[in-house]
Structures are given as structure tokens and as C-alpha cells.
């Protein structure tokens, strides 16, 4: 039988990513969940062309939409490069299951800061590359790294996986 095809935030697997240059490897992933689905490794912030180390990017509120801005020059927005991204990775990938990292501006699940135009918080959002990817396989498990607590919790998420 093949193994289900899992994206998982790169971080997760222990690639130094991160806009800081540091990861988190998280063990119950990297190994527990490889037993049973082959991994493929993703970085929406580096796959659009963003080193490491790099500048932060956050969600801003503009009007009704909502924005991926790096922090240093709010000008620079990122968002269609991370959704351009996430339809092409969709696309490109036969896709069992999504394991993200939390409250990344490209990753997160309703667990992001969303900022306004004036730079207050102003409440949670999801990441611009994990909502575009919610949006486009609404079927297609998806979990974020706190939701893998144990072994039960990577069974659980196998299990979804596989009747997928």
C-alpha cells in the first residue's frame, strides 16, 4: 500500500526556515507521523523567494481584505506571491493531508495576529498560504503542530488521511 502524502510545514521537520534561521523540529512528526505517510516539506515564505534569515511578515486589515506585509516597509506586500504559491502547490501535489505550523502569517489556523492599518492587534486570522489551501481542498485533512500531541492524535490524523 503507498503511503499518504503529507505536506508539512518544513520548520516542523527540523529545516531551519524560520525568519529567525532556527526551526521547530518537532519529533512527533518528524518521526511518528513518518512511519506511516511519506512527508514532503514546505515553506511558503521561502518558496516565494524570502531568505533566512528574513524580515517578519504580518497580517494586516486593509478595508475588507486582509494582507501579508513584511514589517519592516508595510509596502511590501506578499500576499498574491503566497497565494499564487499555494495554488500552484495544490496543484502540483496529489496531497493526503497538510500538517502547518501555528500562528505563522502563512501558515497559521485561526491563531495568527491580525493587525490594523495602524498597527494595533485587532484580533486572529488565518495565515494567506493555509486558508488559500483550506479554501481550495475544503476535504483535505489539516492540522496544525498543537493539534499533535501524542501518538492517539497522529493515529487520528492517519486514519483521516487514508479515507481521504
Do not use: H, W
Not at 504559491?85 to 501535489?93: C, D, G, H, L, S
Not at 489551501?133 to 500531541?149: E, G, N, W, Y
Request: proline residues 4%; neutral net charge; hydrophobic residues 40%.
Amino acid at each position: 500500500m503507498n503511503k499518504p502524502i503529507i505536506a508539512v510545514s518544513a520548520c516542523l521537520l527540523g529545516q531551519a526556515v524560520r525568519y529567525d534561521g532556527k526551526d521547530k523540529y518537532t519529533s512527533l512528526i518528524a518521526e511518528e507521523l513518518a512511519k506511516y505517510c511519506q512527508l514532503i516539506p514546505v515553506c511558503p515564505e521561502l518558496e516565494i523567494g524570502l531568505g533566512v534569515p528574513r524580515d517578519k511578515i504580518q497580517l494586516t486589515q486593509i478595508g475588507s481584505t486582509v494582507r501579508a506585509l513584511k514589517t519592516t516597509n508595510l509596502n511590501n506586500d506578499v500576499t498574491d506571491l503566497l497565494l499564487n504559491f499555494a495554488n500552484q502547490f495544490i496543484e502540483k501535489n496529489r496531497l493526503s493531508g497538510l500538517v502547518l505550523q501555528d500562528k505563522s502569517p502563512s501558515c497559521g489556523i485561526d491563531n495568527v495576529k491580525l493587525y490594523s492599518e495602524a498597527g494595533q492587534q485587532i484580533g486572529l486570522s488565518s495565515g494567506v498560504f493555509a486558508s488559500t489551501i483550506l479554501s481550495l481542498a475544503p476535504s483535505l485533512p489539516v492540522v496544525q503542530a498543537s493539534q499533535l500531541q501524542n501518538k492517539a492524535d497522529v493515529d487520528e490524523f492517519v486514519s483521516r488521511c487514508i479515507k481521504l
